[in-house]
């Protein structure tokens, strides 16, 4: 499959080869990505490729040799699958909701709701945090100087990285975007994960 990098563009070969570097299964599974999104013939080739990336961008830290997190990699679906459970015992048992609508005190049903509620919005904010943190992992690993970036610097970079996840993940899920939006997405992510993956020095610049 590598001989398929040749139908790169100059930048993505450029990645491809550091990535290659790396681990020769996150090499594939970009280049895989990226040749998906060039088959014009192929009407769902956004979302394809979009999963792809998507994929890269989770494995990447195991591929990297960096601590994983174990926030990093939870579902927060699995949390939202056990309020559904609990919401809907509450609804068939529970007084509330009622037609009327019931407001009395809450009941056990409805208490377990609640507490679940309350660990699905925690998941989510230490799913978030894992993420991130994650990203730093990376950051300092590749990081060109021996002097660590500053905290508020790496802060920044682990929001962009997180912004351009949220956005593959969407994608993947066959969410509105359109080609231009697609490609300007995927450019900068892939200049983004170079400049992780092969710092320039002052004298590359």
Not at 70 to 80: I, R, V, Y
Request: glycine residues 4%.
């Amino acid at each position: 499959m590598f001989e398929d990098a040749e139908k790169l563009e100059p930048g993505q070969r450029e990645l491809f080869a550091a990535l290659k570097k790396e681990s020769s299964d996150a090499a594939n599974i970009y280049l895989g990505a990226v040749l998906t999104f060039q088959r014009e013939s192929n009407p769902d080739r956004i979302a394809q490729c979009a999963h792809g990336v998507r994929e890269l961008m989770n494995e990447l830290p195991k591929y990297l040799d960096v601590p994983i997190y174990e926030e990093s990699s939870q579902k927060l679906g699995d949390f939202a699958d056990s309020l559904s459970v609990a919401w809907n015992a509450m609804k068939e048992k529970a007084r509330w909701p009622g037609d009327p609508p019931w407001n009395g005190e809450i009941d056990s049903l409805l208490r377990k709701v609640l507490k679940k509620t309350e660990t699905l919005v925690q998941a989510r904010v230490q799913i978030l945090e894992g993420r991130r943190s994650q990203v730093k992992e990376i950051i300092r690993k590749k990081n060109f100087s021996i002097v660590p970036p500053p905290s508020n610097i790496e802060n920044l970079k682990a929001k962009e990285w997180e912004e351009y996840r949220s956005y593959f993940v969407r994608t993947a899920h066959h969410a509105p975007t359109t080609i231009e939006e697609f490609k300007s997405n995927l450019i900068h992510f892939e200049r983004l994960l170079l400049d992780y993956l092969q710092p320039r020095t002052f004298e590359t610049q």
